[in-house]
Antibody, heavy 124, light 110 residues
């Protein structure tokens, strides 16, 4: 069963850092791209970042560029979102979501399986 | 970057048909696939339409998607509405280096 489980959320002061994890099961993170999407309280979905299936490239929303970065631990089949210089407007539930494969090739144009999310609160 | 604009809310009775639109601000709507996600209260999003009109396995054929180049918009149509269809619906598309969600449409089935 394909599953994604996020962890690492919590309360952090403005300017602080947090590392979120996304543990995958039922598939290898080496075969699929992974997105991070966040949702502020009472608001809509907001795309944050994407890492290619082979880790060769990553893309970030302008709002987090230079502050957030992605990494992978293949041995643990886990992705990480490192969040630095956090701001109150980063407060949200953070979801990781898997990209599909199209004709056997990893694709990125949409998210086909989502985790349940982990909550991040940035507040003093 | 472009934006995707959705109607804020829509309501309809059980058994009826509802359409939710998603208008792209710049660039051709047909140049990149459009997806639709359903988010029930307290739950994670799930995909109901991908690549403009494709349904994932398990999504009933009451859900359909289309794209209209003349209005530069995509539409999600849900027929035979059920109370379980209540929730927020988001369209999504992308360009070379970013992925964009619409603001969401709250569907009430009453």
């Amino acid at each position: 069963q394909v599953q994604l489980v996020e962890s690492g959320g919590g309360v952090v002061q403005p300017g602080g850092s947090l590392r979120l994890s996304c543990a995958a099961s039922g598939f290898s993170v080496n075969d699929f791209g992974i997105h991070w999407v966040r949702q502020a309280p009472g608001k809509g979905l907001d795309w944050v970042a994407f890492i290619r299936y082979d880790g060769s490239n990553q893309f970030h929303a302008d709002s987090v560029k230079g502050r957030f970065s992605l990494s992978r631990d293949i041995s643990k089949n886990t992705l990480h979102l490192q969040m630095n210089s956090l701001r109150p407007e980063d407060t949200a539930v953070y979801y990781c979501a898997k990209g599909p494969r199209v004709s056997g090739i990893p694709a990125a144009h949409y998210m086909d399986v989502w985790g349940k999310g982990t909550k991040v609160t940035v507040s003093s | 970057n472009f934006m995707l604009t959705q109607t804020h809310s829509v309501s309809e009775s059980p058994g009826q048909t509802v359409t939710i639109s998603c208008t792209r601000s710049s660039g051709n709507i047909a140049s990149n696939y459009v997806q639709w996600y359903q988010q029930r209260p307290g739950s994670s999003p799930t995909t109901v339409i991908y690549e403009d009109k494709q349904r994932p396995s398990g999504v009933p054929d009451r859900f359909s998607g289309s794209v209209d180049i003349s209005s530069n918009s995509a539409t999600l149509t849900i027929s035979g509405l059920k109370t379980e269809d209540e929730g927020d619906y988001y369209c999504q598309s992308y360009d070379r280096t970013s992925w964009v969600f619409g603001g969401g449409t709250k569907l009430t089935v009453l």
